[in-house]
């Protein structure tokens, strides 16, 4: 009965079950080799009521399983931490990041509790971390944004300079004042968190610079 009940478990390793089922053993022998030894009927029982309680309390504790997952679970809170910092990323970007490591940590756990030997454990945990530590998101809203911002500054760059109507000083100052405009708007692009904060910049940006018209 108590081999059936190890056999049964299925957060224990291969290797976890075969100790646990010689520890049985080993109780069983020796309860029936005081049983045995016992010269009286209260002895016997004894042995047996002892021997019983022995077997009953065998209760082997998951080892290889449970500190694979603790270990997949804390390379997810560190990717998780890694991607919160990233000031590359709005919000909606380090959510879907996050949403993908996670998947990646629970596949890896099912994987672990699906595995039946202390090799496939340690494959599932190698293979687990590996995947939640490989996700390394690409910004794109703010690449994106400042670019349109350079692609108006040099649009409006190469408008001014194509004006006959103004020295080459108001040429300089004109694209000074365009430049400084981009460099804020770019700046405010950087300090957005979310996507929609990221294109209300881009807006504001390419308006600021478009309306740079030196008299």
Known sequence: AKNDEIDSRIDLTDEEKIVAKLDAKAKADAAKEAIDKATTDAEVNQAQSTGTIELKAIDPQPVAKT???????EALKAKTAEIDARTDLTDEEKTAAKAEAKAKADEAKVATDN??????????????????NSINPAAVAKPEAKKSIDEVLKAKTDEIDSRTDLTDEEKTAAKAEAKAKADAAKQAIDNATTNSEVDQAKSTGIEEVNSVNPI
């Not at 595995?115 to 971390?129: F, I, L």
């Open 67 to 73: 500190a694979a997952k603790q270990a997949i679970d």
């Open 115 to 132: 595995a039946t030997t202390n090799a496939e454990v340690a494959q599932s945990k190698s293979t687990g971390t590996t995947e939640v």
